[in-house]
Each structure stands twice: as structure tokens, then as C-alpha cells.
């Protein structure tokens, strides 16, 4: 539980050393910023700690369902990905339930254990995946607003 204090103080010290930029997040309204609330919660942690956060969040999720119509399934983050291009290298995690999931059996699994090396690698490569996607999709959505606007 330390260990998991002491990232919530890396996240704020973060957040004060760069204060002019914005916390972007693909459904982080719904998904995300509820989860921080609860993990400070079970920490025994203030739920003001998460303000800087909260005042500087994007959630680019909600910015494109209120103004942006594509020809997606979902307006899930893999789908605006696909229709846009983004290739991913992961392949074993297959969202961010199974994400949780996975993250789950890996704290289970023993120290030494091939497997959870493995797993590791394949975790990280989801959240590396995660995190090019969702720059690559806010990118284009800016250039959807922009070429709305000449």
C-alpha cells in the first residue's frame, strides 16, 4: 500500500512540475477519474489531492461522442483507432476489462515466475498501445475540427 501512496505523490509532484498541460484521457470521466477516487479511497488518501488532475482533464471520449460522427461500431478507443489507421502491436490483451483483468492474475502470479514476466511485457505493450492510440486519435480529431472550421 506504500508502494501505491507513494504513486499517487509521483502523480501530483508530476502535475505541479507541469502545469500548463492537460490530462488527456479517452473515457476518463466515466472510467478512469471514478477509479482514482476509489483507489484514493482505499488508500485512506484526500479526494482533493485528485484537483489538479481533475481541473486540467480532457476526456477525449466525450469531446467526440457530443461532436463527431464516424462509421465506428463503438466509439471505443480500438475502433476510432482502426478507422483511423493505428495499427497495434499488442495482441494477447483485448481491452481495458481484460487489461484489468490480466493486471489482476499477473499480482497473483509468483515473483519468479516466467509467466508473469511475460505477462508484464504484454501489459505494458497494451498501455504503450493504449497511450499512441490515443494521441494519434486526439491528433485527428483535431484536424476534424479544424477542417470543419475553413
Do not use: C
Given at each position: ?11 501530483i509532484r508530476f502535475l505541479a512540475r507541469n502545469r ?131
Amino acid at each position: 500500500m506504500q508502494e501505491q501512496k507513494e504513486g499517487v505523490d509521483a502523480l501530483i509532484r508530476f502535475l505541479a512540475r507541469n502545469r500548463d498541460l492537460p490530462v488527456v484521457t479517452w473515457a476518463g470521466k466515466s472510467a478512469d477519474l471514478p477509479a482514482l477516487r476509489r483507489h484514493l479511497k482505499r488508500l485512506k488518501l484526500e479526494p482533493e489531492r485528485l484537483q489538479p488532475l481533475v481541473e486540467r482533464h480532457v476526456d477525449a471520449f466525450n469531446y467526440a461522442w457530443r461532436g463527431l460522427r464516424l462509421p465506428v461500431p463503438w466509439l471505443n478507443l480500438k475502433d476510432v483507432e482502426q478507422y483511423i489507421g493505428v495499427k497495434r502491436a499488442s495482441r494477447e490483451v483485448l481491452d481495458g476489462l481484460d487489461a484489468v483483468s490480466e493486471y489482476r492474475r499477473y499480482r497473483r502470479l509468483p515473483a519468479a515466475s516466467p509467466k508473469k514476466a511475460a505477462l508484464r511485457e504484454e501489459l505494458i505493450a497494451y498501455n504503450r498501445d493504449d497511450l499512441r492510440g490515443l494521441v494519434r486519435v486526439v491528433e485527428r480529431l483535431k484536424e476534424f475540427t479544424h477542417a470543419g472550421n475553413t
